[in-house]
């Protein structure tokens, strides 16, 4: 089915560790974002990539990098962990004029 | 400064009956798009209704409609005949054109009584 990918749906970190959020999508869209939610809250925007090839800071990028490997995949590393950063990441991705779409999210803890 | 204010964090609507959620936006660019989006208790973000700055009427999608002021510079979602499904979180979402920054709102709780 046609819509936006996002691996893994769950996981569990130790502080300090490191891992990667991945995220596909395979509607053809040139703009790609990383949210993350936290209890309660709106999405605050990690980084963003308005089209293959640039990568963009949004509200919340301090902690993170990410990479838009190709149009297809755009990835969220944490690179050492903190509990801080436990909350549910949502990718999206799509066009102005016709709304965007999101995955169904990850949901990190770190401990 | 790009900024998206919802100011009702809950509301409650008897099913059936309209319910309109506020939204107001700060934003120096001259194009840009508005969006809401649904959120239920499962998670999952769900697209609703996108409003353009230069849209002469207002959105309509099935039961949902965008009531747009510009001048204003708000945005309000209305709900018509509420049914127990719209109980959700619903967001207000902006995108200029230039910076192809989409930012979000907080959000407002909505519960549809029977």
Redesign the interface.
């Given at each position: 089915n046609a819509g936006v990918t996002q691996t893994p749906k769950f996981q569990v970190l130790k502080t300090g560790q490191s891992m990667t959020l991945q995220c596909a999508q395979d509607m053809n869209h040139n703009?790609m974002?990383w949210?993350r939610q936290d209890p309660g809250?709106?999405?605050?925007?990690i980084y963003?990539s308005?089209?293959e090839g640039t990568t963009?800071k949004?509200?919340v990028p301090n902690g993170y990098n990410v990479s838009r490997l190709n149009k297809r995949e755009f990835s969220l590393r944490l690179e050492s962990a903190a509990p801080s950063q436990t909350s549910?990441y949502?990718c999206?991705s799509g066009r102005?004029?016709?709304?965007?779409?999101?995955g169904?999210?990850t949901r990190l803890t770190v401990v | 400064a790009q900024k998206i204010t919802?100011t009702q964090p809950g509301m409650f609507v008897q099913e059936k009956e309209a319910v309109t959620l506020d939204c107001t936006y700060d934003t120096s660019d001259q194009s840009y798009?508005l969006?809401w989006?649904k959120q239920p208790s499962s998670?999952?973000?769900i697209?609703l209704i996108?409003q353009?700055s230069y849209d002469e009427q207002n959105a309509t999608e099935g039961r949902y409609s965008l009531n747009f002021q510009k001048a204003r510079k708000s945005a309000n979602l209305v709900i018509s005949a509420s049914q127990l499904g719209d109980s959700a979180m619903y967001?207000c979402a902006m995108?200029p054109?230039n910076?192809?920054?989409?930012?979000?709102?907080?959000?407002t709780t909505l519960q549809v009584k029977p």
């Amino acid at each position: 089915n046609a819509g936006v990918t996002q691996t893994p749906k769950f996981q569990v970190l130790k502080t300090g560790q490191s891992m990667t959020l991945q995220c596909a999508q395979d509607m053809n869209h040139n703009s790609m974002y990383w949210y993350r939610q936290d209890p309660g809250m709106g999405l605050r925007l990690i980084y963003y990539s308005a089209s293959e090839g640039t990568t963009d800071k949004g509200e919340v990028p301090n902690g993170y990098n990410v990479s838009r490997l190709n149009k297809r995949e755009f990835s969220l590393r944490l690179e050492s962990a903190a509990p801080s950063q436990t909350s549910v990441y949502f990718c999206a991705s799509g066009r102005r004029d016709y709304g965007y779409t999101f995955g169904s999210g990850t949901r990190l803890t770190v401990v | 400064a790009q900024k998206i204010t919802q100011t009702q964090p809950g509301m409650f609507v008897q099913e059936k009956e309209a319910v309109t959620l506020d939204c107001t936006y700060d934003t120096s660019d001259q194009s840009y798009g508005l969006f809401w989006y649904k959120q239920p208790s499962s998670g999952e973000m769900i697209f609703l209704i996108y409003q353009g700055s230069y849209d002469e009427q207002n959105a309509t999608e099935g039961r949902y409609s965008l009531n747009f002021q510009k001048a204003r510079k708000s945005a309000n979602l209305v709900i018509s005949a509420s049914q127990l499904g719209d109980s959700a979180m619903y967001f207000c979402a902006m995108r200029p054109v230039n910076t192809g920054k989409l930012i979000f709102g907080q959000g407002t709780t909505l519960q549809v009584k029977p």
